[in-house]
């Protein structure tokens, strides 16, 4: 049997890397009801392969553009079903990052292993692949295993779990997406970490819960970071980090700036290709 579907051919240039494009596909896509989607590379071109669902075409377009991939053409897609739930795997793999080893559940652990972190991403949320998800597993390296960690916008819940494998005694999780709050749960069953993680669902900051951390994650992008900014600061610990990422280095003034009018001091900021993380003490 054949579904309905959308091909979608994206800008690729020379040198990227397709777990990048596959990891920034599944962020943009995460938020709406398709079956499914599928990358394929070829001698110059990447094509997405999206069963739609009830999911309209333009809906897809405009969220592959907002999170910054480009649609160079669109066109309808017949495509042979596929079990969607396991499609994905085959874009995954291990990783490594400083003394910290994310690897989705199908895999084996080298045998110069680190700190483990058994990570299945599901179609929407993250493995560490993105640079920003990296650039904040690198700061979260830096210095002492902090006492508590918030992570804003969890997704797989990779930032908040990894914070537990490399020490912290225990973090708490908020995202707006019930089911990213449920593969994160899975995670953290997955790597017996359930009962030093604390996970929620909220709609907005209004409903956060009011206690600090001496180091807070956010990993979204530039548009709520600034819009946040606020709220998310009253959550810093005095004497504590934040780790704001999601967002591009042209960006990053704007940012920074937000945090700093809230009172917040910079304290460094890391890139990879053109995507940049900011720190901030309290």
């Not at 989607?37 to 592959?64: C, I, Q, T």
């Not at 180091?215 to 959550?235: D, S």
Request: charged share 20%.
């Amino acid at each position: 049997m054949s579904a309905a579907g959308l091909s979608v051919r994206l800008l690729w240039e020379e040198g990227t890397d397709i777990d990048e494009l596959m990891e920034a596909s599944g962020v943009a896509l995460g938020g709406l009801e398709i079956d499914g989607f599928e990358l394929r590379e070829g001698p110059g071109w990447v094509e997405l392969l999206v069963a739609l669902g009830p999911v309209s075409s333009e809906d897809v377009k405009s969220a592959l553009r907002s999170e910054g991939l480009e649609v160079q053409s669109a066109r309808d897609h017949s495509y042979a079903e596929v079990d969607w739930a396991t499609q994905w795997r085959q874009h995954f793999r291990p990783l490594r990052i400083g003394r910290l080893d994310v690897l989705p559940s199908w895999c084996s652990p080298p045998d110069d292993a680190g700190a483990l972190l058994w990570i299945d991403p599901s179609m929407a949320f993250g493995t560490g692949l993105h640079p920003t998800t990296r650039l904040c597993l690198e700061r979260l390296q830096f210095g002492l295993p902090p006492a508590s960690v918030l992570d804003l916008g969890t997704g797989s819940g990779i930032l908040a779990l990894a914070a537990l494998v490399l020490g912290s005694p225990s973090a708490v999780a908020i995202d707006n997406d019930p089911e990213a709050i449920r593969v994160a749960l899975e995670n953290a069953a997955r790597n017996e970490l359930e009962a030093r993680l604390e996970l929620s669902t909220h709609e907005g900051p209004d409903t956060w819960p009011e206690a600090t951390h001496p180091l807070v994650l956010a990993n979204i992008l530039a548009r709520p970071l600034v819009e946040l900014a606020p709220a998310i600061t009253r959550r810093v610990a005095p004497g504590g980090r934040l780790v704001l990422a999601g967002l591009l280095q042209t960006q990053a003034d704007q940012v920074e700036d937000a945090y700093a009018a809230c009172g917040l001091r910079p304290a460094g900021r890391f890139h990879e290709e053109e995507w940049t993380a900011l720190e901030l003490m309290a």
